[in-house]
């Protein structure tokens, strides 16, 4: 069967460049799902566990703290600060880009670091930081709410 001729002068046809993406088959979507939860989740533990390390850091070196509770302190700081490297590593191997994790791993850490400190010190955010979470959050749902595009490759001309 033989192949249309391109367009006269060796123009590009409209066909070349699609419009709209190709989107995965239903065979990789389920499995590029899967690896996106994962991330997320991988993410979120990391920004969990970095804010516990502040917690515990801001407990072990306070002003009026006995050395048993210092030592514990460091001890729980050093942990949870390489679980956290650990689970932003593997959140990074499943993640889209960097940008997607990094940006997951801030706003775990904002969240948890504000739970924290209400539970921990009684601390209370103002309208304005929620605010400024909130927009986070929207833009953290704009990067997270597609699968990355796909375009088909181009036909290649045959001599």
């Not at 516990?52 to 801001?58: R, V």
């Not at 407990?59 to 001890?75: P, Q, R």
């Not at 942990?79 to 956290?84: D, E, K």
């Not at 749902?141 to 001599?159: A, C, D, E, V």
Request: with cysteine.
């Amino acid at each position: 069967m033989a192949e249309r001729p391109g367009p006269p002068g060796g123009a590009v046809s409209a066909t070349a460049y699609p419009d709209t993406p190709a989107e995965f088959p239903p065979h990789l979507q389920a499995g590029a799902m899967r690896r996106r939860f994962w991330g997320v989740f991988n993410c979120l533990c990391a920004g969990a566990f970095g804010a516990l390390a502040a917690a515990s850091a801001k407990l072990a070196f306070g002003s009026e703290v006995s050395m048993g509770l210092c030592v514990l302190g460091i001890i729980v700081m050093a942990s949870t600060n390489s679980l956290m490297w650990t689970f932003f590593s593997r959140g990074l191997s499943f993640s889209m880009s960097s940008a997607i994790a990094s940006v997951t791993v801030t706003f775990s850490n904002i969240l948890s670091s504000a739970f924290l400190g209400y539970v921990l010190y009684g601390e209370c955010q103002e309208v304005l930081w929620w605010g400024g979470v909130f927009l986070i959050l929207c833009g953290l749902t704009l990067i997270h709410r597609k699968l990355p595009p796909t375009w088909k490759p181009l036909p290649h001309k045959q001599q």
